[in-house]
C-alpha cells in the first residue's frame, strides 16, 4: 500500500493515555510529523497532555505503541533555543 494512502490516527489525551479523559480521535492520510500532530492536537484542545497514534494496518510498524507528549514550557523553551543557535552557527559557520 502507498504511504500516501494509509490511513492513520490518534487519539488525543488530557493526561496519561488510559488513565485520562480521551479529549478527541482524529483520523488524516499519509505522513504526518510529530509537529503537525501536536499543532492538530492544540487546535482541538489547549488542554491536551499525551497523543496516542494507531498507524494503519498495512503500515510496517503497525501494532506498535507510539506516543506523543506534550512539551512542558521549559522543554519548549530548551527547543527554541537550540533550533535558533545551530541557525546562526550554520549562518556564520566558517
Not at 500516501?4 to 478527541?24: F, L, N, P
Not at 533550533?83 to 546562526?88: I, L, Y
Request: charged share 30%; glycine share 6%.
Amino acid at each position: 500500500m502507498n504511504a500516501k494512502t494509509m490511513k492513520h490516527s490518534a487519539s488525543i489525551w488530557d493526561g496519561e493515555v488510559g488513565a485520562s479523559r480521551c479529549i478527541d480521535v482524529v483520523h488524516w492520510e499519509g505522513d504526518i510529523t510529530p509537529e503537525q500532530l501536536a499543532n492538530v492536537a492544540n487546535q482541538v484542545s489547549m488542554d491536551w497532555q499525551m497523543i496516542d497514534m494507531q498507524l494503519d494496518p498495512a503500515h510496517p510498524q503497525h501494532g506498535n505503541a507510539y506516543y506523543l507528549r506534550r512539551k512542558t514550557d521549559d522543554e519548549y523553551e530548551e527547543a527554541e533555543y537550540l533550533k535558533r543557535k545551530a541557525a546562526f552557527e550554520a549562518k556564520y559557520a566558517g
